[in-house]
């Protein structure tokens, strides 16, 4: 079955404490993305990547980084998680020449305390 | 600047009603594309219907239709004959093609609209 997979599912953590949330595709998609969406805001997207070893930031890149070793996964990593860093967490990818349709992952509910 | 707005934050309807889910995007570019997500309670994100810039014409799936005018740069959604089970937020998105290689794909959301269908 074709799907993005994320995980953990649900993490509560503290400030501080380094964290990564793991995304992986088995489409063999060129492209990935993590977004966050907070309430009022929509979602937004953190950081891309257009294959494997090219990264970019996206439009809220602040206190997180992201690694493209192998071409299925795209970990979002934070450092230092802070509390204004809680969030729903979405992973995403796509073909390079899909119309930018993008399969979103189930979303990951990240609570910094 | 690219931009997407849902000015409606929260809609709520008695089932059998129809709902009409505003969305309204700015861009400079020519072509570019529109998409429809539904996240119901269980918070995944469904895809619900793309549209490039160059295809105008709306487009009906069930009680599910879609209106796109570029004249107002407005893309809205309309469930006709709500059911409890429509009950999501919708977030409307927009996604300008860079073309070729440079294309980042990258989704521009709106704020998103929570739909409650009450029975």
């Known amino acids: 079955e074709a799907q993005v997979t994320q995980n953990p599912r649900y993490l509560i953590t503290v400030t501080g404490k380094k964290l990564t949330v793991t995304c992986s595709q088995n489409m063999n998609h060129e492209y990935m993305s993590w977004y966050r969406q907070d309430p009022g805001l929509g979602l937004r997207q953190i950081y891309y990547s257009m294959n494997v070893e090219v990264t970019d930031k996206g439009d809220v890149p602040e206190g997180y980084k992201v690694s493209r070793k192998e071409k299925r996964n795209f970990p979002l990593i934070l450092e230092s998680p802070s509390p204004n860093q809680t969030s729903l967490y979405f992973c995403?990818?796509?073909?390079?020449?899909?119309?930018?349709?993008?399969?979103f992952g189930p979303g990951t509910r990240l609570t910094v305390l | 600047a690219q931009k997407v707005t849902q000015a409606q934050t929260e809609i709520s309807v008695v089932e059998k009603e129809d709902v009409t889910l505003d969305c309204v995007y700015e861009?400079?570019?020519?072509?570019?594309?529109l998409f429809w997500y539904k996240q119901p309670p269980s918070g995944e994100l469904v895809f619900l219907i793309r549209?490039?810039?160059?295809?105008?014409q709306n487009e009906i799936s069930g009680r599910y239709s879609w209106n796109f005018q570029k004249s107002t740069s407005s893309f809205n959604f309309t469930i006709t004959a709500s059911q409890v089970v429509d009950s999501a937020v919708y977030f409307c998105?927009?996604?300008?093609?860079?073309?070729?290689?440079?294309?980042?794909?990258?989704?521009?959301f709106g704020q998103g609209t929570t739909l409650q269908v009450k029975p």
């Open positions: 998105a927009l996604s300008p093609f860079e073309g070729g290689s440079s294309n980042t794909g990258k989704l521009i």
């Open positions: 549209r490039n810039s160059f295809d105008e």
């Open positions: 995403a990818s796509r073909r390079e020449s899909s119309y930018n349709e993008q399969f």
């Open positions: 861009t400079r570019d020519t072509t570019y594309y």
